[in-house]
């Protein structure tokens, strides 16, 4: 049985910081796609979720340009985590961030392809 579990959600002020992890059991996280996502408050009723950062198999990462140069996401797979680093925050980041696993060797978005775990969230809130 796959299981994820987030922390390090937090509230901060606007410009800080925030590192989220998450532990994983039942899946090598080293093995798949590890990403995190977000909804915002705004995107709450229509229960969206958008990708802020993934890493596959090989390490590659990826970002969409609104939180590009300011999260890092990052594994370690001796403790078969995956980390968020989230630097110079800003209100517009507030939300509950999930993490999840894909498994495949690299992450993909195409249509039929899903994200078949995933935690059950860590709320950020960003104060300006």
């Known amino acids: 049985q796959v299981e994820l579990v987030e922390s390090g959600g937090d509230s901060v002020h606007s410009g800080g910081s925030l590192r989220l992890s998450c532990r994983a059991s039942?899946?090598?996280?080293?093995?798949?796609?590890a990403a995190w996502f977000r909804q915002t408050p705004e995107k709450e009723r229509d229960g969206e979720r958008e990708m802020v950062a993934d890493i596959d198999r090989s390490s590659r990462t990826n970002y969409p340009d609104s939180v590009k140069g300011r999260f890092t996401i990052s594994r370690d797979n001796a403790e078969n985590t995956v980390y968020l680093q989230m630097n110079s925050l800003k209100p517009d980041d507030t939300g509950i961030y999930y993490c999840?696993?894909?498994?495949?060797?690299?992450?993909?978005?195409?249509?039929?392809?899903?994200?078949?775990?995933w935690g059950m969230g860590t709320p950020v809130t960003v104060l300006s």
């Open positions: 039942g899946v090598t996280v080293s093995s798949y796609c």
């Open positions: 999840a696993v894909q498994p495949l060797r690299r992450c993909s978005y195409s249509e039929g392809t899903r994200f078949p775990y």
